[in-house]
């Protein structure tokens, strides 16, 4: 038994079937199509997590500032007084 009960035989007729359907030039056009959609997607996924990471940098390098600013501040305040 091969995959889920189908034979090997059973694959090979039905890879047969497609290839006399479609072609060998069109599958490969559908296959050169599909990887670089693949391609596209995971680039897009690497992209949106690099934005992310990015994002939270600003936002600690902004909470950094604040906390910076504070402790000026309040050093400024005691040299005052």
């Known amino acids: 038994m091969g995959f889920g009960g189908i034979s090997i035989w059973q694959l090979l007729i039905i ?7 479609f072609g060998t030039k069109r599958l490969k056009n559908i296959g050169s ?3 670089s959609a693949v391609k596209g997607f995971k680039n897009s996924v690497s992209d949106e997590e690099d934005t992310k990471k990015e994002q939270e940098k600003i936002a600690d390098a902004k909470t950094e500032a604040k906390s910076v600013d504070a402790d000026f501040d309040s050093t ?3 040299k005052s007084e």
């Open 15 to 21: 890879l047969a079937i497609i290839v006399l359907l």
């Open 33 to 35: 199509d599909l990887g």
């Open 76 to 78: 400024k305040k005691t």
